[in-house]
Nanobody, 124 residues
Framework: EVQLQASGGGLVRPGGSLRLSCTAS????????IGWFRQAPGKEREGVSCIRTSDSRTYYPDSVKGRFTVSRGNAKNTVYLQMNALKPEDTAVYFC?????????????????WGQGTQVTVSS
């Protein structure tokens, strides 16, 4: 069973950048899909990116397309989320999740394994 740990959150000014990391242990990520999600206070958890490790295809909702980039690290057990041009509305707790079936999905129900969240706050 894979265990995930998200890290890299923090406080950043509007327009700034952050890179989040999702590090896996207990299992190789080969064949998995890794999703990044966020949840703001009082809101539902929403998907902000997905990468299929089988072919490195990536998916984003319109709200972050062109600003967020998901990638797999050279070590293969880490997935990154590069977030640029951050806005106050990007403020949320960010989670990474793993789907062992490797589907391309931005829906929470597709994912079996979840890491703990990391807080991202965008504020001046």
């Amino acid at each position: 069973e894979v265990q995930l740990q998200a890290s890299g959150g923090g406080l950043v000014r509007p327009g700034g950048s952050l890179r989040l990391s999702c590090t896996a242990s207990g299992s190789s990520l080969d064949g998995y899909a890794i999703g990044w999600f966020r949840q703001a206070p009082g809101k539902e958890r929403e998907g902000v990116s997905c990468i299929r490790t089988s072919d490195s295809r990536t998916y984003y909702p319109d709200s972050v397309k062109g600003r967020f980039t998901v990638s797999r690290g050279n070590a293969k057990n880490t997935v990154y989320l590069q977030m640029n041009a951050l806005k106050p509305e990007d403020t949320a707790v960010y989670f990474c999740a793993a789907d062992p079936r490797g589907r391309s999905s931005l829906f929470t129900w597709s994912y079996d394994y979840w890491g703990q969240g990391t807080q991202v706050t965008v504020s001046s």
